[in-house]
C-alpha cells in the first residue's frame, strides 16, 4: 500500500511505502486522514507549531526561535518555504523558512522575510517530543531540502544553531560558514550553509 503525497505546484507527488496488511472490512476505520503526509504549512496550523517549537527549546534554552505571532507572519508570508510531517492529521515535525537576501545572516533576518531571493533562512526544524528518537529530524530535513531543489531560484539555505547540533547539520550536507553574528539571550551559535546543488545527500538517523 502507498500513500500519494502532494503540496504546492513544486512540491511533487511522492508515495510513501508502508507494509501491508488484510483489515477485516467490518473493523476498518471510515476515515480519509493518510496515514503520513509532508504538506506546507499554513496559518492555521500555527498553534500546533508553537506547541511544539515551545516544548522543544524552552525547557532547553528558555526561549523559542519564533514566537507565535511570528510563526504566523511567516506562515501568511511564505507558506512555500514551510513543510510539515502530518501522521494521520496531527502534525509530528516540521520546518519553517523565510527568504533572505544577504550573504549572511543578521538579527533582522530573524523577523524578516525578504521575497525574490536566492536564499532561504531556516528558522526552526521541530519534532514532536513522542516521536524524536526516530530520525523524523534527518528524514523531514532530507524532504525539505529535496522541495526547495524543485523551487526556481533558490540557491542555498542558511541557518544558525547551537555547537552540539553542528555535527548533524554536517551530515545533512551543510557546511560551517563560521560563528553568526546573532545572539539571543547570551547564546551563541554557528552559521551553517546548504548548497541546493549536486546529489542529495544519504538519509541517515540522526537520532534527532
Known amino acids: 500500500m502507498t500513500q500519494q503525497v502532494s ?3 513544486w512540491l511533487k507527488p511522492f508515495f510513501l511505502k508502508t507494509p501491508v496488511r488484510v483489515v477485516n472490512p467490518l ?3 471510515r476515515h480519509t486522514l493518510p496515514a503520513s503526509e509532508f504538506r506546507n504549512l499554513t496559518p492555521q496550523d500555527a498553534i500546533s507549531v508553537f506547541e511544539i517549537e515551545r516544548e522543544a527549546f524552552v525547557s532547553v534554552s528558555g526561549e523559542c ?3 507565535l505571532d511570528e510563526v504566523l507572519n511567516f506562515l501568511g508570508q511564505c507558506p512555500e518555504l514551510s513543510l510539515g510531517w502530518f501522521e494521520e492529521g496531527q502534525l509530528v515535525a516540521f520546518i519553517i523558512g523565510s527568504g533572505w537576501g544577504k550573504d549572511r545572516l543578521s538579527q533582522e533576518a530573524m523577523t524578516q522575510h525578504v521575497p525574490d531571493t536566492p536564499t532561504v533562512h531556516i528558522h526552526v526544524l521541530s519534532v514532536h517530543r513522542h516521536c524524536r528518537q526516530q530520525g523524523k529530524g534527518s528524514i523531514l530535513l532530507w524532504r525539505y531540502l529535496q522541495y526547495l531543489r524543485c523551487m526556481p531560484g533558490l540557491r542555498r539555505a542558511l541557518l544558525i544553531c547551537e555547537d552540539f547540533l553542528v ?3 554536517l551530515k545533512a550536507g551543510f557546511k ?3 560563528p553568526s553574528a546573532i545572539s539571543v539571550s547570551n547564546m551563541h551559535f554557528q552559521e551553517m ?6 546529489q542529495a545527500y544519504a ?3 540522526s537520532g534527532c
Do not use: A, S, V
Not at 193 to 198: D, I, Q, S
Open 193 to 198: 550553509e546548504y548548497t541546493l546543488g549536486g
Open 7 to 9: 503540496g504546492t505546484p
Open 176 to 178: 560551517e560558514k563560521g
Open 167 to 169: 555535527p548533524f547539520y
Open 203 to 205: 538519509r541517515r538517523n
Open 27 to 29: 473493523r476498518q476505520r
Open 65 to 67: 526561535p519564533l514566537t
